[in-house]
């Protein structure tokens, strides 16, 4: 993989690993205006990108964890089964990453990638800069020869960043995470990812299906999935010097089974005005009201290679363990 400009800002350099974009303002990637949008707006909402400071995203691994999350240990068996598969089909290609986390179940890629091919560069984009410090940490102890390039930014800034790559390219997503974006998000991810890849290029996504109500509410539903979901007040209040009482909000994730995803929420357990100082914003909320915070898709593989095909991306294949639960799916960019 040749970059063809020196990215934003290297924070960490050398022969291996180089992460940009660090010097990125905050406010570029965490848009106030936007915050207070959601908030104003009936049902309120906060983007889920307010999951991941650095105390979120260490109870995003807990979460992965927890025994009834069966997304992370799924997705991972079938990654375990059909990494050298998905090599074998790809050809080589550089690896570039949307939301890498910590990197963990990308390692079985790597490995598989760097035995097949000689695999010489992966690039992860992420928002949380300490995580992009740990998944450099896992993927070089896996396969210490690679380039590591890490690109703290949104997906829509990473994107831009990689539309400088050159060569053949395999850019995925894992944990189910394009299955946290909105319907207007997803269309400008895809847009965004078809415009950085060439026809030819390959587009892999892990991604939940739909199941029983019972199994679905119960991998929301785990202590950490409670505490994860009120850090994104603590989150705020850190952020934008927000007044959010934790104790005055409750966890709420339920099956909306006709839109075909789960939800998270906040619910006020009682009346209260919520000022955010920093950016000179107040609003009152009412007992009950809730804050939606994630939604998470639970999708139908063919419902789903077909949305991605509207974009231009062919479904060659896919994975998925024994159970059914969750899906691996790998998508060709078509000639237009
Ligand atoms: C659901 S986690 C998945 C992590 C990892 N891919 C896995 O499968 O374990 C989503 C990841 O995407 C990152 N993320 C969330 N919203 C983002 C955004 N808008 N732009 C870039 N990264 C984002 C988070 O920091 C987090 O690491």
Known sequence: MTRHHPGTAAVATGNKYEIIGADVPDETLFKGDLLVASLSELPRSVNPIYYYDDTGSLLFERLCNEETYYLFRTERGILAEYAKTIAGITGPVSLIELGSGNAEKTTLLIDAYAGSHGLTSYAAVDINRSILERAAENILS????????????????????????????????????????????????????RSALAPGDYFLVGIDLDKETKILEAAYNNQTAILTNLCVLEHLNWRFGADFDLFQFRHVAFHNKSLYRMESHLEAMQDQVININKLEFSFQIKKGELIRTEIMRKVEINAFSEMLGGYGFRQVEYWTDPGKRYAVILFKLRES
């Open 142 to 193: 896996v396969s210490s020869d690679l380039n590591f390039l890490g690109i703290v930014g949104t997906y829509q800034t990473g994107l831009a960043e990689i539309k400088s790559l050159v060569g053949p390219k395999l850019l995925f997503c894992l944990g189910s995470t394009i299955g946290n974006m909105h319907d207007d998000e997803l269309d400008n991810l895809l847009l965004s990812a």
